[in-house]
């Protein structure tokens, strides 16, 4: 079945990337149109999602990453009209330069080819990856989780009908139909395949990453944390962990580690504990945070390389800046750190001595999204450092080829 699926896709590849710039944004902006007529369908096909004893079982913050409403069919609508407004990425070239044999050559950017997606619980990926996917010239293959595959199916079929409405192939797009692990399998052995990315928690992103032979972006594991500094602004700070941890907990950018130097600790954790504990928070704290909120759980050593995805936060106090990104260094996933500081030497160190694709001084880890970055959207985050890191847009999902302009010249025989 698959050999099947990449076959059409590359002949429905083909044929998208070599199309022109106006039309493919004018078939981003029929899938938008489209998104918004099927409205009522893809909704009843969510709560058909929603009653399945698969997404009963979830935790209430990744049911809600489940659920569609309106209001977010019409921003996922948004962000495809979004997407037509950027630059097309294709054909972008990096200027001629001559070699002194008189060789012209430039590098123009062009579509990867077929991608390959496997995602859970989150329909709205489909349509963001789609949008992404259909500007940059690129055919998809989603694999999407059981527990969301009826609403999947929904957004895919009228999405195919929009791009078959603007003149392009369908195939551009396809949907694995059975949610079975072996297709999931199956697609990390895809010959032929041009890239993988794996979206959702840190087992499936393991797995992926363990187990396939085709080329791989591991995207999505966010073990983040949120420094504060002794020189920090403890309101400034508070809002920017709530904001963090309580706006929307389900995801990979919000924060799972509080660390807090020891001077500030006092007068901050007790205030923290009070008011995240009002969202419903539970706080893991070690000794040190525990002698100054004794409520808290205490901590283990899961706890500080836990990626919760709900509202749970571990808490630690440190005794310096060093002691801060030795724990940062040893227990984070590279996706996105951040401080909270006043003083200088320290807001420098900390962005140029973190390692991860996304470093926030005085700002909330929860910016490292796609449309937050001017991205249109975004495929996934990469927290690898090979060919894209960080939120992946539209240039993310090309790649280069080097056009050569000459008159005859030859390297050997003359």
Known sequence: ?????????????????????????????????????????????????????????????????LELSAA???DLA??????????????????????????RLEQVRVPLGVIGLIYESRPGVTVEASGLAVKSGNALILRGGREALGSNAALVRVLR??????????????????????????????????????????ELIRTVAREATVPVI??????CHLYVDRAADLDMALAILRDGKVGNPAVCNALE?????????????????????????????????????????????????????????AVAV???????????????????EAIVTNDYAAGMRFHQEVDAAVVYWNASTRFTDGFQFGLGAEVGISTQKLHARGPMGLEALTTVKTLAWGAGQTRDLR
Request: aromatic residues 4%; negative net charge.
């Open 218 to 223: 591991e995207t999505g594991v966010g073990n």
């Open 1 to 65: 079945m698959l050999e099947a699926m990449l076959s059409r896709a590359k002949a429905a590849q083909a044929a998208l990337g070599r199309s022109a710039t106006a039309e493919r944004d004018r078939a981003l902006r029929a899938m938008a149109a489209a998104v918004r007529a099927a409205t009522d369908d893809i909704l009843a096909a969510n709560r058909e999602d929603l009653a399945r004893p698969e997404a009963q079982a979830l935790s209430a913050s990744l049911r809600r990453r």
């Open 318 to 336: 440190v005794d310096s800046l060093d002691q801060a990104l030795a724990h940062i260094a040893r227990y984070g996933t590279r996706h996105s």
């Open 161 to 202: 009908g929009a791009l078959a409405d603007a003149g392009f192939d369908p195939d551009v797009l396809q949907l694995v139909p059975d949610p079975d692990r072996r297709w999931a399998t199956a697609l990390m052995h895809l010959e032929g395949l041009d890239l993988l990315i794996p979206r959702g928690g840190a």
């Open 78 to 103: 948004d962000g495809l009209e979004a997407v037509a407004a950027l630059p097309d990425p294709l054909g972008r070239g990096s200027g001629l330069r001559t070699l002194p044999n008189g060789l």
């Open 257 to 313: 580690t509080l660390l807090v130097h020891r001077e500030v600790a006092p007068a901050f954790l007790p205030r923290a504990y009070e008011r995240l504990s009002a969202d419903g928070v539970r706080f893991h704290g070690d000794a040190a945070a525990r002698a100054l909120v004794p409520a808290m759980e205490p901590a283990t050593e899961a706890d500080w390389a836990q990626e919760y995805l709900d509202l749970e936060l």
């Open 72 to 74: 977010k069919l019409a």
